[in-house]
C-alpha cells in the first residue's frame, strides 16, 4: 500500500475524530473523493453559527456554498412534509367513522410531525421526529388506520427523500470539483 493509500485509509477508519471541513480539505490535498460525501452530510447538519471561518476556509467557497443551498432545499422540504400529511387512501376494517379518523390523522400530524421538525428551539431530524410521534395519541383514529399509516411513514414516504437529496448532491460536487484521484 502506497503512503498516500495509507494516509486515506486511516483517515477513512478515523474520519468521525475529524471535522467536516477538515475532511473536505483532505479531499483536495489527496485528491480523492473517499470521505466527500460523508463530509458534506454532517456539513449540511451543522448549524452556519458552529463554522468557523477556517472551517469555511477548509471546505472553499464552491461547497459552502453547496452546502447553504442544500440546507434551504431540505428546509422547505420539511416544511412540506409538516403540512401535508400523507393522505389516508384506504381506511382499515376497523374504522368506522372515515371523516373523523381522517380529522384527528391530519390534527395529529400537525400537532406532532409538524411542530417536531419545525421547532427551532430543539430542531430534529425525520427519524428523531417520528419517535416520538408514533407515541402519541391518535384520537378518533383506528388501531388498523394508526398502525397502516405509521408503517406508510415509516417506509419512507417522504422522509428518504433528505437522505437521497443531500446524498446526490454530495456525489455530483465531487464530481464537479478536483478531488478526483489523479492516477
Ligand atoms: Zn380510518
Known amino acids: 500500500m502506497s503512503t498516500r493509500n495509507y494516509a486515506i485509509h486511516n483517515i477513512q477508519h478515523r474520519k468521525y475524530h475529524f471535522h467536516p471541513a477538515q475532511l473536505i480539505q483532505l479531499c483536495y490535498e489527496f485528491k480523492t473523493p473517499v470521505f466527500f460525501e460523508s463530509a ?5 447538519e451543522t448549524r452556519f453559527h458552529e463554522l468557523t471561518a477556517e472551517h469555511k476556509q477548509m471546505m472553499g467557497p464552491q461547497v459552502f456554498q453547496a452546502v447553504a443551498e442544500t440546507k434551504e432545499i431540505l428546509d422547505e422540504h420539511k ?7 400523507p393522505i389516508i387512501t384506504t381506511h382499515a376494517r376497523d374504522c ?12 395529529v400530524w ?33 388501531d388498523g388506520c394508526k398502525k397502516d399509516m ?13 437522505f437521497t437529496c443531500i446524498q446526490s448532491i454530495g456525489s455530483k460536487l465531487a464530481a464537479t470539483l478536483d478531488v478526483e484521484v489523479d492516477i
Open 150 to 162: 405509521l408503517r406508510l411513514v415509516k417506509g419512507g414516504m417522504g422522509f428518504s427523500h433528505s
Open 79 to 85: 416544511r412540506i412534509i409538516a403540512c401535508e400529511p
Open 110 to 142: 400537525w400537532n406532532g410531525m409538524g411542530r417536531l421538525i419545525l421547532d427551532g428551539r430543539n430542531p430534529l431530524t425525520f427519524d428523531e421526529a417520528f419517535k416520538r410521534f408514533e407515541v402519541l395519541k391518535f384520537g378518533r383514529m383506528s
Open 96 to 107: 368506522h367513522d372515515h371523516n373523523k379518523c381522517n380529522d384527528d390523522w391530519y390534527a
Open 40 to 44: 458534506f452530510s454532517r456539513l449540511v
